[in-house]
């Protein structure tokens, strides 16, 4: 009997431990998966254009930073002062709709196109920083109809690389 004991109390071990491993190695790849998420893909400073994630819009290329979360989104290119050339800023909403910008803390104009599932469906070009206007009284840039993306460029790039309704957007993520 004590025999048997032992053999059951070595086999229950074997499984406790193997149980352990197994829930231990799942732990550690959930871990990992969200540790390389933590941060959205934005965050990274742009230093190096040959790695930088960029759009390539009709048959121009333009170096982009990537606003994919709300706190991101939010802050657009409020506070900075102006754009190097062919660079903008890129808005990833996870779903289709009508969303609202507007000029707050921006110091410069900009052009602002709309695009739904990879098409540009609007622009609103020239922008422009609306300074000592009350938050309340600052002018709503809304698309006409539902987009997935916003780009925001420099004011007078879509007019200058006749970017135009119809053209179509590819996101390039290296």
């Not at 829930?23 to 190096?48: C, H, I």
């Not at 989104?73 to 609202?100: C, D, I, K, T, W």
């Not at 599932?117 to 922008?127: Q, T």
């Amino acid at each position: 009997m004590s025999q048997k004991k032992f053999l059951f109390s070595i086999l229950y071990t074997g499984i406790f431990v193997t149980l352990f491993f197994i829930v231990f190695r799942m732990y550690m790849a959930q871990e990992g998966d969200r540790k390389n998420n933590e941060q959205p893909f934005s965050d990274a400073k742009v230093t190096d254009t040959f790695k930088a994630p960029y759009i390539e819009l009709g048959d121009v290329k333009i170096i982009v930073d990537v606003a994919d979360t709300a706190a991101l989104r939010e802050q657009g290119l409020s506070g900075r002062g102006g754009l190097e050339e062919n660079h903008g800023m890129l808005f990833l909403f996870p779903v289709q709709g009508r969303y609202a910008f507007w000029m707050k803390d921006m110091r410069f104009p900009i052009d602002i196109v709309w695009v739904a599932e990879g098409v540009v469906v609007g622009i609103d070009e020239n922008a422009s920083p609306e300074s000592g206007v009350d938050l309340n009284h600052l002018k709503l840039y809304i698309p006409s109809v539902p987009v997935d993306t916003v780009i925001e460029l420099s004011s007078g790039f879509a007019h200058a690389h006749h970017i135009a309704l119809g053209a179509v957007m590819h996101f390039i993520r290296q």
